[in-house]
């Protein structure tokens, strides 16, 4: 059911399930709907698995009725409404571009079960790497070999510098290359969730 929240008046999907909550965060020229376009949320929902895909106030088309361009503050609205829909429950972020990187901001401040990133900007930028050389969690990078947002080095020096990180190279595929190539997306985010993070047998 696609409703809005209090905060910023941005509108969200959220389904309830058994296990661990997945947190869905689009990139700058998307909004929530993606998620629902590619078929992923019909497949989440297929695995009861419960999830909540965020409108996020700093996309260019965004149903929100304020910008909030403040990382810091999209990381608190990321927050606010977890714990609203799950609670304390600990999640996994799943987030793209610059989605991505509010996930990575999310992931410095508060705890996750794991991250999957596709193409997320700024990676390397500031502390990241630091912080996530001691965090130790599972993280899946996917890269589009077609991007020409984010430069596949970048990848490779998070993957090689963080523990605990496989980067996945979609063939022809752009930055978002999750609209590429759709059902292997949606394959690899069941596959992290049921055997890398363990969370359904």
Known sequence: MIESSAT???KYVFSDGTGRPIILL???SFTYQVWMEIGLLDALKREDIPFLALDMPYGRSNSCKEKISSTEENIKYVRRMLLD??????PVLIGASLGGYNALRYGMQYEVLGLILIAPVWSTRG???EVYKEKNIPILLIYGDKDTIVDLEEMEKFR???PNVELKIYPDAGHPAYLDRPQEFIGDVLEF???RLGLRF
Do not use: M, R, W
């Not at 829909?85 to 600990?90: H, L, Y």
């Open 127 to 129: 502390d990241i790497l």
């Open 85 to 90: 829909k799950f609670g304390e429950e600990v």
């Open 26 to 28: 689009h990139g700058y």
């Open 193 to 195: 969730y049921s055997k």
């Open 8 to 10: 910023y008046g941005c």
């Open 160 to 162: 090689d510098e963080v």
